[in-house]
């Protein structure tokens, strides 16, 4: 049975490298992205001969169409390109939170306009957002505002796309990602204070990608993946600095009666 084709818009790092590396390790035929096209090559090397590296800057949605030109039909399409961004009201930096927003709605948008006649009837998308949608921190304005505004990407992608699937995933914190596996002690407290009493993994990342493409009837869904850290919990945990301001991150308390 021939195995559908992918196409991972920011697939040669982290989490993004890991969704086409089990792909390809399925058989599927894999296009992933990246800003640097050596970059993107060299990993495509790495993963296997039906892998292929292009270079593409979400950041340039102009130039998004040229850069798909020769991508052929793919069955799904993974966003899982993020920029971190650190940004507050009293140091609001412009030209850091238009580069998140362009890259992350205009550019996410472009791509899914560049490549929807070559998608699949049956195929599907799956876009990254993330939590801080709904557990906004300081520096963490920008992110927060681009993430919920993810949810309102699919739910006008649904409508627009279909019969086509869209979903986007919102992982927790990531304890095994790049960034965290350099910054262990805030993952550890999180861990401490999530109701699973685990991290979450690039695994379980994995996992709820592949559930969001494999399931036929699962559409327009915000799945969380994070260990119900959403769920109101009387536990507490702080977090490191970013920026000159301190996360007072908490878990929301229960209701009272």
């Known amino acids: 049975m021939t195995q559908p084709a992918l196409l991972v818009v920011g697939g040669t790092h982290g989490i ?53 030109a020769d991508v052929g039909a793919v069955g799904h399409l993974v966003f899982a390109a993020i920029a971190r ?35 699949a009837e ?14 906004p921190y300081p520096g963490g304005m920008t992110v927060g505002t681009v993430n919920a505004g993810i949810t309102g990407l699919m739910h006008a992608l649904v409508v627009q796309l279909a019969p086509r699937r869209v979903n986007a995933i919102h992982p927790g914190i990531v304890a095994n990602s790049p960034y965290w596996s350099e910054n262990p002690e805030f993952p550890e407290r999180v861990r401490q204070a999530t109701p699973t009493g685990r991290s979450v993994t690039m695994e379980d990342i994995v996992d709820g990608v592949d559930f969001l493409i494999r399931n036929r009837s699962v ?22 600095a970013v920026g000159d301001a301190q996360w007072a991150g908490g878990w929301r308390a229960p209701a009272t009666t």
């Open 16 to 68: 993004g490298k890991e969704i086409a590396g089990f792909y390809a390790g399925q058989g599927w035929s894999v296009v992933l992205t990246g800003r640097d096209d050596s970059a993107a090559k060299s990993v495509a090397n790495e993963l296997g001969d039906d892998t292929r590296g292009i270079a593409l800057d979400l950041s340039e949605p102009e130039q998004v169409a040229d850069a798909l």
């Open 85 to 119: 961004d650190t940004n507050t009201l009293d140091n609001y930096n412009i030209a850091s939170a238009r580069y998140l927003v362009t890259m992350k709605l205009l550019g996410y948008t472009a791509v899914v306009s560049a490549m929807r006649d070559r998608l």
């Open 122 to 135: 049956d195929g599907s998308i799956v876009l990254f957002g993330g939590r801080a949608k709904d557990r």
């Open 219 to 240: 559409n327009g869904l915000d799945l969380y993946v994070d260990g119900g850290g959403l769920v109101p919990c009387e536990w507490h945990w702080g977090a490191p």
